[in-house]
């Protein structure tokens, strides 16, 4: 076997124990799993920090903060910040707001959040 073929595999089983790892730490709360979001409609979310990126948009400045929970992914966007003590990748998030459709992407503007126990 080849080493990058062996990289691979175990990258992708990596990529899996991950996933399965957040799917059972998000399923005994209250929320609405990722990947079952309607779009327009109130709703909660709970993940993991995958990445924070800070984007001007309008030339404002804006905080993104990419979630997961092992079914998909939800991004929040916040007007006028460029970080949030506390919100860093690997911390755990609940959100609550109206999601909407962004370039192939669900995102909530400006949710209500609230930093969970790790």
């Known amino acids: 076997?080849?080493?990058f073929k062996r990289k691979?595999?175990?990258?992708s089983d990596l990529t899996d124990l991950n996933t399965e790892r957040l799917r059972d730490k998000f399923e005994v709360l209250d929320v609405v799993r990722m990947n079952l979001v309607?779009?327009?409609?109130?709703?909660r979310v709970?993940?993991?920090?995958?990445?924070?990126v800070v984007a001007p948009r309008s030339g404002i400045p804006t905080l993104e903060?990419?979630?997961s929970d092992g079914h998909g992914e939800v991004t929040a966007v916040f007007s006028g910040r460029r970080s949030i003590p506390g919100v860093i990748n690997g911390r755990c998030l609940a959100l609550e707001g109206v999601a909407r459709p962004d370039k192939g992407r669900h995102i909530m503007m400006n949710p209500v959040y609230t930093i969970l126990p790790s």
């Open 65 to 67: 903060v990419v979630l």
């Open 38 to 43: 309607v779009d327009r409609t109130p709703v």
């Open 46 to 52: 709970a993940g993991e920090v995958k990445r924070t």
């Open 8 to 11: 691979h595999e175990e990258s």
């Open 1 to 3: 076997m080849g080493v």
